[in-house]
């Protein structure tokens, strides 16, 4: 932008000696008829004025119409009629009839004054004045080709039904009231069941198979926009239909960005009235919230420290809810990413709030009563919040809040939930593979895997607690009574269980922690629980690679303090590493052939591509040697 200007600046110096040439009659008398007395920003704010017909090409340039096959007239017809647009609306971008070099005279002179804001806008005008082509490229990329006669048919429907939801929002004050009078009831059921209509058919669209497409068209038509507009419409909140239709607006919201980053952008604009709505507990907007940030790593990493704030304060004021908890969740992993800041964001923001936020059952009396909540299997199936789900909701919360070796928020976690806590929990009979598995991983990521050495970890009994339980659960989980149709319990011991084991294991390995003659019997139990586990599994879907990568773990550790074996549990481990061997080994082959066979087939593609490259100018010397 810079060099443009000092180009622009040349061009203007010349232009002293070659006359200057004037702007457009009506856009001279923008710029000309301001009193000399008056601020400068008022020239600026005409030059920004300049602009809207530009925009207003773009707009007409980029909308969404639907294309038809046609026959070779016809195209010629279109063709003749898009070189048409270019030139002709040219001259609408120049912004006056000199090529922009007037326009961008002006700006340099007002550059020239001592007013900061003035000099701070004329070098945006500036800036986009030389924009503008690069604008209009990006506005072009974004046109959606209608191909089909069923892209077609949905384009018109959505049309349609917009133009008519338009309609009835700009004269919802006509229909949208408290009268009790029969007329006006009718009126206002006729309305609510035409927008409710139009709502479940175009979030009907976001639903299907061609999700995805749909959500663009529907972006490009401006959808989102109109059912703003019905959701900013003044209304009583206590009118059930009203209410009906604002919950049938969300859910359109939700299904509009749902898997869909372009669509989430649009709606962040609207993130503050959405967190105005959350004070309507009628109303999902944190639903809304979640989804619109659900996956999306540029979003979060962009949340603003007042969102979660209002969000954790929200659990304070109106109630332990479980949805604000999962909003909280959405934005510090989002792609499976971790986000530090939103991590340290949260955890200061928990630092404020009551005791009854934080609701962890350290002390006996309150211990019971979540032994009586775990032994209600139902609330963890329930759709609607209860302290069981609240809790492990915090938990894994937390949980998150610690991953990848976050020093501050594990000495925050660690003053929440102690060790002793946690394998207090994890190790009660009662407690169901839901909650086992929660307190498992918040043991691995705030006290095992963390970035200062946690030495008391390594020599607690507390841990050796939670084998032996585990491998009471392993056993269980063998035996021919077991019902292999437990997801819940299946993922505990194949998954969260087989983990932890290797990493405590792998940690006892790296720091050489000393293991007692009692804790080297008690290994041994472990990896020939392991490998009864990994009988169990086989010919079943279930995965065995944290089984396997556990027995191997333990293996290392068993080799390097030189611990016997018994035979007939080493001839075990043995046939089982070894099978994993052969499966590694046989992966190893399987990827290596696909390299070659990748490979083949590129090179045959560049011997393809040379070839064409050769013949075509073989053809080019003997046209010339021809001509």
């Given at each position: ?9 040349a ?9 200057s040439?004037s ?9 000309t ?9 008022r ?9 809207a017909?530009?925009?207003?090409m773009?707009q ?7 294309f038809?096959?046609?026959s ?14 270019s ?13 922009g ?18 000099v701070?806008?004329a070098?945006?005008l ?9 604008e ?13 006669e ?6 018109k ?11 009835k929002?700009e ?10 009078q029969?007329?006006?009831q009718?009126?206002l059921?006729a ?32 959808a ?8 900013k ?5 206590d ?9 049938a607006?969300h ?9 869909n ?5 649009v ?7 959405f967190?105005?709505q ?7 907007a ?5 989804v619109?940030?659900?996956?999306n790593?540029?979003?979060?990493r ?8 209002h ?18 969740r959405?934005?510090?992993k ?6 530090p ?5 949260i955890?200061?923001s ?6 009854d936020?934080l609701l ?14 775990m ?7 329930s ?7 609240y809790h ?27 060790l ?22 918040f ?11 946690m ?6 009994n ?11 659960d392993m056993l ?5 009574e ?12 194949t998954?969260?269980a ?16 000393n ?19 990994n ?8 995965s ?15 080799a390097?303090?030189?611990i ?5 549990i080493?001839?075990r481990?043995t ?15 399987w990827?290596?052939r ?24 073989n053809?080019?010397?003997s046209?010339?040697?021809?001509n």
């Amino acid at each position: 932008a810079a060099a443009a200007a000092a180009a622009a600046a040349a061009n203007a110096a010349n232009g002293g000696r070659h006359g200057s040439q004037s702007l457009s009659v009506d856009k001279h008398r923008k710029l000309t008829s301001l009193s000399t007395e008056e601020p400068m920003r008022r020239l600026l704010k005409c030059a920004e004025d300049l602009f809207a017909p530009s925009d207003n090409m773009i707009q007409q340039v980029v909308q969404p119409r639907a294309f038809r096959r046609t026959s070779s007239r016809h195209e010629h017809s279109n063709a003749v009629d898009a070189e048409n647009l270019s030139t002709e609306d040219r001259r609408v971008l120049e912004l006056d009839d000199d090529g922009g070099r007037s326009f961008v005279r002006v700006l340099l002179h007002l550059c020239l004054t001592s007013n900061e804001e003035v000099v701070s806008g004329a070098l945006q005008l500036i800036i986009r004045q030389f924009s503008q082509q690069e604008e209009l490229l990006a506005a072009i990329k974004q046109v959606q080709l209608l191909v089909s006669e069923d892209d077609v048919h949905v384009f018109k429907r959505i049309k349609v039904n917009l133009d008519e939801l338009r309609s009835k929002v700009e004269k919802s004050e006509l229909w949208v009231n408290d009268s009790q009078q029969q007329d006006d009831q009718s009126s206002l059921s006729a309305n609510v069941a035409a927008i409710d209509r139009i709502l479940r058919d175009i979030t009907a669209l976001c639903e299907c198979s061609t999700r995805a497409h749909h959500q663009r068209l529907l972006r490009n038509l401006d959808a989102h926009n109109e059912v703003m507009n019905l959701l900013k419409i003044a209304h009583d909140p206590d009118n059930p239909d009203i209410c009906r239709l604002m919950q049938a607006a969300h859910r359109f919201l939700q299904a509009f960005c749902r898997q869909n980053k372009e669509n989430q952008i649009v709606l962040s604009k609207f993130v503050p009235f959405f967190l105005e709505q959350t004070s309507n507990p009628k109303l999902p907007a944190e639903t809304t919230l979640t989804v619109l940030y659900h996956d999306n790593i540029e979003l979060c990493r962009t949340v603003k420290k007042k969102i979660i704030q209002h969000f954790v304060a929200a659990l304070d004021t109106r109630g332990r809810e479980v949805k604000h908890l999962r909003f909280l969740r959405t934005i510090v992993k989002p792609e499976g990413q971790l986000i530090p800041q939103v991590q340290n964001m949260i955890m200061d923001s928990f630092s404020s709030v009551s005791e009854d936020v934080l609701l962890f059952y350290n002390d006996p009396t309150s211990m019971a009563t979540l032994v009586e909540l775990m032994r209600n299997e139902e609330l963890l199936e329930s759709q609607t919040t209860n302290d069981l789900l609240y809790h492990l909701e915090l938990v894994d919360l937390l949980s998150c809040c610690t991953e990848g070796m976050n020093v501050y928020t594990e000495i925050k976690c660690q003053s929440y939930l102690p060790l002793e806590d946690v394998v207090r929990v994890a190790t009660h009979p009662e407690a169901p593979p839901q909650v086992k598995s929660t307190y498992c991983m918040f043991l691995m990521n705030c006290f095992l895997e963390t970035e200062v050495e946690m030495k008391e970890v390594h020599y607690s009994n507390h841990i050796w607690d939670l084998f032996r339980s585990m491998i009471e659960d392993m056993l269980r989980f063998c035996s021919d009574e077991y019902d292999m149709s437990v997801k819940a319990f299946n993922e505990y011991i194949t998954n969260v269980a087989c983990n932890t084991i290797r990493l405590y294991f792998k940690i006892c390995n790296d720091y050489s922690v000393n293991l007692s003659e009692q804790k080297s019997s008690e290994l041994i139990l472990i990896i020939d629980t392991l490998c009864s586990v990994n009988e169990r599994v086989k010919g079943t879907s279930i995965s065995n690679f944290h089984i396997q990568h556990a027995a191997q773990t333990i293996s290392k550790l068993i080799a390097d303090r030189d611990i016997k074996l018994p035979p007939e549990i080493e001839a075990r481990v043995t046939a089982f590493l070894n099978e994993k061997n052969a499966v590694n080994m046989g992966l190893s082959k399987w990827a290596a052939r696909i390299r070659v066979r990748r490979g083949s087939e590129a090179q045959k593609v560049d011997e393809r591509t040379i070839a064409q490259g050769n013949s075509t100018n073989n053809n080019t010397n003997s046209s010339n040697n021809s001509n």
